[in-house]
């Protein structure tokens, strides 16, 4: 299942126009493409009233099995 949320879209443009893309391809051999978490939770961090704890290591995971 992907989680086809498109609000990191910004930020993959942005690491595009920077000339990330070819680095992130040769490392880990993925597209830049907002499909992926990384976008997805940057932008909840930082949209997210108080998820700045998460720099402080405050935020909690958590699991339902």
Known sequence: MIWQCQR???LVDELKQQG???DVHARTGLALDPMFSASK???LLDNTPGADSAEQGEL???HRG
């Open 41 to 43: 939770m940057s932008w």
């Open 20 to 22: 990330a893309a070819d």
């Open 60 to 62: 909690v995971s958590w």
């Open 8 to 10: 990191g879209v910004q």
